[in-house]
């Protein structure tokens, strides 16, 4: 099956009019259809013949949200299906400033983090880039307003993004796209574990996007019990990395710290962790873990994380707390998902 979210207007039309003899016209109808989530149903304004036949060998609407649950402070967490019946979360966080959609980039993931639930059974598939994309469309497509409904999107849902580069940059390209949506790229933010020659790769390319590393631990023996990627890459090997997207991009990278209890939250990991990034151009996103029930990890006190930050702090490291969102809808990543697969059997 073709996805035709997958496309951008010039390959949509080239593939159109190539294999439906479909005029260029009615094949930008077409993307105007797709890029508001609407299905071949409703493209009202398209030969019901045309429709037919695309319904055949297409799929018009990549991600369709089949369970949406609402927190107490607004943030929404969303269910998407795909084609194949696999699903995949996304989360809608409210601001004052606009709309943040964190999306996923793949079913399942093979990083192995041990205190995130998306990874308990490994990488199911990548997701394709018309699959990312289409997350944002469903949601854009919940709103009435002519505005933008999602002006703000964080690749920190499911998946490793930069272990599946080349969709996760074509979705860039798509969702920067000015006949699409086009949002801007300071707007967006992808978060990797530290896939240290993609995050090279990717500094090159020249997008104006902002990094986040997931880091969790300074130390490379205690990061290796929580994330395997550490083997691979080092500690160092990441931040050096970090220092080159600043150098090559000017984005400020952020470094993200997820407290868990009695793992690396104490005064020795909090000095570790300024030494390493010690006149670096980052800013630390503090956040205690959200428990997930299969890990038996807990998150840090209320106490712990505040005292985090103030060491932190008077080191001049630049660092907040990152709010903590929609914890009643179970908002950490691929809880929604197991809990989902797991009502199913
Ligand atoms: N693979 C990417 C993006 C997905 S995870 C990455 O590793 O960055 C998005 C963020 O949520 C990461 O910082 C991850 O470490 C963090 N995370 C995962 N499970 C969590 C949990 N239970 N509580 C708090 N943060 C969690």
Redesign the pocket.
Known sequence: MVILQDYNLTELTQYLTDNYNVKPYVAKQIFEWLNKSVDFEGMTNVAKSVRSELKNNCIAVASRIVKTLTSTDGTQKFLFELYDGNVVEGVLMKYKYGNTL?VS?QVG?R?G?K????TLDGLVRNLSAGEILSQVLSVNALSTDKERYVTNIV?????????NFDNVVKFLHLVTDKDGINISERNISL????VVPKMKQLADMGFSLNL???L?NADNDERLKI?PITKAYSVEEAISACRYYFEKTGRRVII?Y?LIDGQNDTRAHALKLASLIHGMSAHVNV??????KE?G?K?TSETNLKKFLKILESLNISATRRRTMGQDIEG????LRRRYLDDKV
Not at 287 to 292: D, E, F, T
Request: net charge negative; aromatic share 2%; with cysteine.
């Open positions: 964190c980039s993931c990083m983090c205190f995130c639930a998306s690749l920190m849902g499911s998946g490793e993004p930069l272990d978060s990797t574990c530290g986040t590393l997931s969790h994330m993200e997820t956040i205690s873990l959200n428990p997930v890990t990890l998150g950490a990543c691929g809880q």
